[in-house]
């Protein structure tokens, strides 16, 4: 039978040891978020700082007008509830405090938080549910090491912006989104060589940037979304382009593939889309389908240069009328042939510059009937008929450093039809016809 002493005795023990147990957990941190840690906040033009203990932020900062506040300091892991139900937090930078991991429902009840700033941490995984029922302008992950996307990670968000670039990703699994509104998802520089299946299905999104990945195909299954409008693909692997690999994106407005192994262009690729800028220089490209750009009738940008092509098609953009900037340079071309460019009769810009340009036919720019600004320089023309430009009007004609060494007739006749300027500096011309080009180019208020 316990003695009245007894029982005093465990009692004492009993609360020193749930006192120990709690210190311990304290000690440990396992509940505590914001240990020893700096906060600062600004608002009114006015910015103050508290060092501070606690599981919730709001426990530190005041609960005042709206406020920018960034925490600095050791915080390994951010707890449940560990931002939660702070109404005047407007944006929120964590980025460099050794942030390692996440717990789902770490943040909540935010109403007009609008930036979440998690960068240049040690995040390896995003759980699911980690980042709920929120409505911001931008989350900010980048420079962190994140491998893993789990299955609902973000679900029920409004965005303008997510950024998981300068990640170590490798893949991207489906389902990440669950009822998310996107306008940018930046997933440049990380490893990314395969995605899933309908990933970006259930996301409404406008644009997404892939650069610096290791994508080698465009999978019609996984580039499914009906709302995206631009989707950048450079400094990939892509080496193939396949007719249908676009169906699943009929709002594309933009594509870029610049720098990768692309070394054809199929019909059946870019026809009958919605694409306005299409960007495909800086590859292997040695030949194009004389379909291949037909009917793209909202297309105003097409940049083929720094490829290998060594041919121009004059059916190249059938039905693609409304083309008014062309850039084909620093590629092998060797000859302009009869009306090359009848398909798109109104050009802002075309550059034709460092090509092997020597043969330029009479009638290369019949049927084009007006360009601001046309380059040739920098190939190997040896001849310029003065009939050249007969009922096309030129802003600004280049043909500086090619192989020119006269041009017959009156001069102010044969570039009658230029506006703004000829540049005729730097070709071989004889002896008696420099004087000409130079009187000419005087006239003009340019150098021979």
């Known amino acids: 039978m316990l003695t009245g002493k007894t029982i005093s005795v465990f009692k004492r023990y009993s609360l020193q040891l749930v006192l120990a147990i709690f210190l311990l957990k304290i000690g440990n941190g396992e509940e505590i978020t914001f240990k020893n840690v700096t906060v600062s906040w600004w608002k009114d033009n006015t910015d103050q700082t508290i060092f501070g203990t606690a599981d919730n932020l709001k426990k530190i900062i005041p609960s005042e007008e709206e406020m920018y506040v960034g925490v600095s300091g050791y915080i390994p892991v951010l707890y449940e509830q560990s931002v939660y139900e702070i109404p005047n937090l407007k944006s929120l930078h964590l980025e460099n405090v050794s942030l390692k991991a996440i717990k789902p429902g770490a943040f909540g009840n935010l109403s007009v938080l609008q930036y979440l700033v998690l960068s240049d941490n040690n995040l390896t995984e995003i759980k699911s549910g980690t980042f709920t029922n929120l409505n911001l302008s931008e989350i ?14 973000f679900k029920n968000v409004t965005l303008k912006y997510l950024r998981l670039n300068n990640n170590k990703l490798s893949e991207f699994p489906s389902n990440v989104f669950e009822n998310v509104t996107l306008t940018g998802l930046h997933l440049y520089e990380n490893h990314i060589h395969t995605i899933a299946p309908n990933a970006f299905s259930t996301v409404s999104m406008d644009s997404l940037n892939l650069f610096y990945n290791q994508i080698e195909k465009l999978d019609p299954e996984a580039f499914t979304n009906s709302e995206l409008r631009t989707l950048i693909l450079n400094y990939n692997r892509v080496k193939l382009l396949r007719a249908g690999d676009l169906k699943n994106l009929p709002q594309l407005k933009r594509l870029s593939l610049k720098n990768n ?21 800086h590859n292997k490209i040695a030949r194009i389908a004389s379909k291949a750009f037909n009917d793209m009738s909202g297309l105003r940008g097409l940049n083929i240069a720094f490829n290998k092509l060594t041919s121009w098609d004059n059916g190249w953009l059938d039905g693609s009328s409304q083309l008014s900037v ?16 009848k398909n798109y009769p109104r050009l802002y810009y075309l550059a034709l510059q460092e090509n092997k340009i020597a043969k330029l036919s009479v009638k290369a720019f019949r049927k084009l009937g007006y360009v601001e600004y046309l380059s040739l320089n920098s190939n190997e023309i040896v001849s310029w008929r003065k009939d050249m430009l007969v ?44 004087i000409k080009v130079e009187e000419f180019l005087k006239k003009k208020n340019q150098d021979v």
């Open 140 to 153: 900010d992950l980048r420079m962190n090491s994140i491998n893993s996307l789990q299955t609902g990670a």
């Open 326 to 341: 062309f850039r084909a340079s620093f590629n092998q071309i060797a000859e302009i042939p009869d009306e090359a460019f």
């Open 391 to 434: 009922n096309v009007s030129v802003g600004t004609l280049d043909l500086r450093m090619n192989k020119l060494k006269c041009i017959e007739g009156d001069l102010d006749q044969v570039f009658g039809s230029v506006i703004d300027g000829v540049y005729l500096s730097n070709n071989p011309w004889s002896e008696g016809c420099a």
């Open 261 to 281: 192994n692309l070394t054809e262009i199929p019909e059946g690729v870019f026809n009958n889309t919605k694409i306005t800028d299409l960007e495909l220089h």
